[in-house]
């Protein structure tokens, strides 16, 4: 089943703006990550961020995690058209401090950036 | 790093036929990954290999599904009798140890006539 919900399922924007993505869990976690899917491909790691974390940058990624509120929110900033693509967040359950490993994803939310 | 490789690309087979799915991860990686991710869906979890353990199945693999990872080297997938249902892509990860960033291949996609 799918653990994470994503927000909003689908974004539209002009390049050179800021897209932000919104994901919720239920459980425990571990980690919580971020991955790109282009159409057709497979999925492309962008960020992990631990539960011990608030705020991770990488580039034009900012993605903040609230475990309080068992949320997390992905920012790319400065928008191109090559970040077309559907953006998943996905949970690595806490299992007494361990991760198993298996990740559940979200839905996931789907980016179209025009030029 | 070469990256996970995925074999075939596309199946589409007959209902009641046997399909088997090869991945091939990256070569340090320990752990190795099935997701199955159906159009609109993200990937769900099928099964995870430790070396050449299978340390968890999902209740998504039902007993017509086997998967295996000899000498924890490349893994196998196979889906005996196929099912209108099964069609889905299918896609394997890798990683080096259990919380780290998992690698994905560009996944089998499966078409059932």
Known sequence: SQQGEEDPQALSIQEGENATMNCSYKTSINNLQWYRQNSGRGLVHLILIRSNEREKHSGRLRVTLDTSKKSSSLLITASRAADTASYFCATAFNAGGTSYGKLTFGQGTILTVHP | ?113
């Open chain 2, 1 to 113: 790093d070469t990256g996970v490789s995925q074999d075939p690309r596309h199946k589409i087979t007959k209902r009641g036929q046997n399909v088997t799915f090869r991945c091939d991860p990256i070569s340090e990686h320990n752990r190795l990954y099935w997701y199955r991710q159906t159009l609109g869906q993200g990937p769900e979890f099928l099964t995870y290999f430790q070396n050449e353990a299978q340390l968890e199945k999902s209740r998504l693999l039902s007993d017509r599904f086997s998967a295996e990872r000899p000498k924890g080297s490349f893994s196998t997938l196979e889906i005996q009798r196929t099912e209108q249902g099964d069609s889905a892509m299918y896609l394997c990860a890798s990683s080096l140890i259990s919380d780290q960033p998992q690698h994905f291949g560009d996944g089998t996609r499966l078409s059932i006539l």
